[in-house]
């Protein structure tokens, strides 16, 4: 399984982006997807899950009501739509896949397949 994920940039505060995860080699719907992010000195923290049976979602505390996380199956992709953005949350956000478990959230260390990541910068 190979895993993309796109869609950073700069962007000023309180602005919005929609990140995607696409995948080669799989099928998206099977796997519950995790983002995570990452800040230099500081260890990915988990952010968003979307489950792979029920499709139910999670949210960190941190971007509860300003993030969003979807699925498009015709396009095999995962969408985590970042809005109301603030300067803390600029990192390096990457998607996640596990072969174990359905539901959400995932650990860290559980991950079976990562994208490389797509930086998501909030300054004006």
């Known amino acids: 399984v190979q895993l993309q994920a796109s869609g950073g940039g700069l962007v000023q505060p309180g602005g919005s982006l929609r990140l995607s995860c696409t995948a080669s080699?799989?099928?998206?719907?099977?796997?519950?997807i995790d983002w995570f992010r990452q800040v230099p000195g500081k260890e990915r923290e988990g952010v968003s899950c979307?489950?792979?049976?029920?499709?139910?979602?999670f949210h960190a505390d941190s971007v509860r009501g300003r993030f969003s996380i979807s699925r498009d199956n015709a396009k095999n992709t995962v969408y985590l739509q970042v809005n109301s953005l603030k300067p803390e949350d600029t990192a390096v956000y990457y998607c996640?896949?596990?072969?174990?478990?359905?539901?959400?959230?995932?650990?860290?260390?559980?991950?079976?397949?990562w994208g490389k990541g797509t930086l998501v910068t909030v300054s004006s």
């Open positions: 996640a896949a596990r072969e174990y478990g359905f539901s959400c959230p995932g650990e860290l260390y559980g991950m079976d397949y």
């Open positions: 979307i489950a792979s049976r029920d499709g139910s979602t």
């Open positions: 080699g799989a099928t998206l719907d099977n796997y519950p």
